[in-house]
């Protein structure tokens, strides 16, 4: 039997909002038990940076030294290591997983780039870290994403198939079970988009619980546009950087038209996306942010066609349950087990990604 461990799992998602933090009991196999969840938010300064340094990343022809993204790299990593100190329980944590954050994701040319100092965080929090989880895929042919798919069907394993996880944040991808197979992929845009929509015209950070779509009227000839793109006819895996999309075809909408049409954006990617499946899918559990805007989660219902439910549903904790993740992928690395699959990344055989950094090494950080 797999031994259980007591372990960290850090996530600052592309919706850069915060990071979120949970302490699991896990094998890196079947069992997973949450303990204990804390976020430790980023201030309207640090998201800046963290979107300025995405920018810059992205104008770049692979990773490489750049002063905003350093300067971005040493802010998360200390939020990070605040993130684990306001955690209940986390001083008995053996081990740490660290996503990190993604500044671009090119899998077509074959890099992605997460920034965050593994060796900087170790020591730190005293506790070996694991980081890099996206190299070792991407040289074994994959898309570097998504990663939670293992720990979807693990937590899923109980519950009626066929189904889908639904993950909304900047980003949003699928994890679809069936008794004939399984898989991933990115579908489309999660909430990035809308977000820059909605700040963009100093509306805030976000549209909360979808007020401002609710109000307005989704525009199908721009949707129509929107889902002009060669990414929707491509079969998974498959993934994307959170700005592979631009808001162009809906400028000149006013403010509450554009939400409307940019939430029926995403949800329709979604629709597209299960339409692409080799099994047909009538239950979307709905984990991430994107959970908590009631106009896109009304938009997938429609659009979709199937049951869409929170996975607080069925018992899960849908703020936690990235970071979640990453304390279970942690496990699996430290026991040399996948981490990805072909089925979820394109990878041309299971790889065990991810790298440990232990408390002895690397420069200490503040928390």
């Known amino acids: 039997m797999a031994e259980k461990r007591l372990v960290v799992g850090l996530m600052s998602g592309t919706s850069a909002d915060a990071v979120d933090a949970a302490l699991v009991e896990t094998d890196g196999e079947a069992h997973v038990r949450l303990v204990a969840v804390a976020e430790r938010p980023y201030a309207p300064d640090e998201r800046a940076l963290l979107r300025a340094a995405a920018r810059a990343a992205l104008e770049l022809p692979a990773p490489g030294p750049h002063p905003l993204v350093s300067d971005a790299e040493a802010m998360l990593t ?133 007020a401002l779509a609710r109000a307005g009227r989704v525009h199908e000839d721009v949707l129509a546009t929107l889902l002009d793109l060669p990414f929707f006819d491509q079969p998974g895996p498959k993934s994307l950087d959170r700005d592979d999309f631009s808001l162009q075809p809906v400028r000149g909408l006013s403010l509450a038209d554009g939400a409307a049409t940019l939430t029926a954006f995403t949800a329709e990617a979604v629709a597209l996306a299960l339409r692409q499946l080799p099994v047909g899918v009538g239950r979307l559990l709905v984990t991430g942010g994107g959970r908590h805007n009631g106009a896109l989660m009304a938009a997938l219902a429609a659009r979709t066609g199937a049951q869409v439910a929170p996975v607080e549903a069925y018992g899960f904790d849908g703020d936690s349950l990235e970071a979640q993740a990453f304390a279970w992928l942690a496990v699996r690395v430290l026991e040399g087990l996948p981490t990805s699959w072909p089925e979820t990344t394109g990878a041309r055989h299971p790889v065990s990604g991810g790298r440990i950094a232990r408390p002895e090494r690397g420069p200490a950080v503040r928390a």
């Open 78 to 210: 200390a939020a990070h290591a605040q993130a684990v100190e306001a955690l209940p329980g986390s001083a008995d944590a053996c081990l740490i997983g660290f996503h990190g954050a993604t500044v671009a994701h090119r899998p077509d040319q074959g890099w992605t780039w997460q920034i965050g100092d593994g060796e900087a965080l170790a020591r730190a929090t005293g506790r070996p870290v694991v980081h890099d989880f996206r190299s070792a895929d991407m040289a074994a042919g994959g898309q570097g994403a998504p990663l939670a798919p293992g720990f979807h069907r693990a937590m899923a394993a109980g519950l009626p198939r066929p189904l889908a996880i639904l993950n909304i944040g900047g980003v949003a991808n699928i994890s679809w079970l069936s008794d004939r197979g399984w898989g991933a992929f990115d579908t489309g845009p999660g909430n990035a988009l809308i977000d820059d929509w909605v700040a963009s015209h100093g509306a805030g950070p976000r549209d909360e619980d979808g």
